[in-house]
């Protein structure tokens, strides 16, 4: 079975700066995705960013980029230019590649506030 | 843009009460799931459900609870008998065919008493 760890139950940042959130997960596939979702105060679920495990290369989206170590099992996410409506929980998230309706996994979270 | 909707947004109920929390998909979807979120821990799995029927279901998703898709639009989660610990947020998600985003509603704040 697929485990996913967050260590970092709580993480605080200055408006500006950039923070980085860590994820490692434990899993015998190779074929995989590997998401963050954001989940403000409205406690809605937002995809912030999604990588798969046979690119190499690093997703970006705007002010949001992973770090993503395939060997080491590691999916960190890194906020740029942190805004205060970034304050939010922050879930790692696991989904093996196998087609059909494959569930995610999720990390226990990292509630990040962004302070002015 | 699309989105999953799902009514209501809050229930409350008395414990051993039945309850049906309602989902609308994403129209071309063909995954759906549910998920439940008790307050402050982790979004946990239920129940995924493709071409009519359960594809997957967790060790919480015990005989009180069932899914329907009844006319092709609608996806519910039925809980027979509820019990205090199922107090929680729960969360319907769809999935396209050939992707792998599962995108999610806003979910339904479940308070049993």
């Known amino acids: 079975a697929q485990t996913v760890t967050q260590s970092q139950p709580e993480m605080s940042v200055q408006e500006a700066e950039t923070v980085t959130l860590s994820c490692t997960y434990d899993?015998?596939?190779?074929?995989?995705?590997l998401f963050w979702y954001k989940q403000p105060p409205s406690r809605q679920m937002i995809l912030v960013i999604r990588?798969?495990?046979?690119?190499?290369q690093n997703a970006t989206e705007n002010r949001f980029s992973v770090n993503f170590q395939k060997a080491a099992k590691s999916f960190s996410l890194k906020i740029s230019d942190s805004q205060l409506g970034d304050t939010a929980m922050y879930f790692c998230?696991?989904?093996?590649?196998?087609?059909?309706?494959?569930?995610?996994?999720f990390g226990k979270g990292t509630k990040l506030t962004v302070n002015p | 843009e699309p989105e999953v909707t799902q009514t209501p947004s809050h229930q409350v109920t008395q414990m051993g009460q039945e309850v049906i929390l309602r989902c609308v998909p994403i129209?071309?979807?063909?995954?759906f799931y549910w998920y439940r979120q008790i307050l402050g821990q982790k979004v946990e799995f239920l129940v995924s459900?493709?071409?009519?029927?359960?594809?997957?279901k967790s060790e919480i998703f015990d005989d009180q609870f069932s899914v329907e898709r009844p006319d092709g639009s609608n996806f519910t989660l039925k809980i027979r008998s509820t019990k205090l610990e199922d107090s929680a947020m729960y969360f319907c998600?769809?999935?396209?065919?050939?992707?792998?985003?599962?995108?999610f509603g806003q979910g339904t704040r479940l308070t049993v008493v």
């Open positions: 998600a769809s999935r396209p065919g050939g992707a792998y985003e599962a995108f």
């Open positions: 899993t015998s596939e190779n074929n995989y995705y």
């Open positions: 990588q798969e495990a046979y690119k190499q």
């Open positions: 998230a696991f989904m093996r590649h196998q087609g059909g309706s494959e569930k995610l996994v």
């Open positions: 129209s071309n979807h063909l995954y």
């Open positions: 459900f493709y071409n009519n029927e359960i594809s997957e």
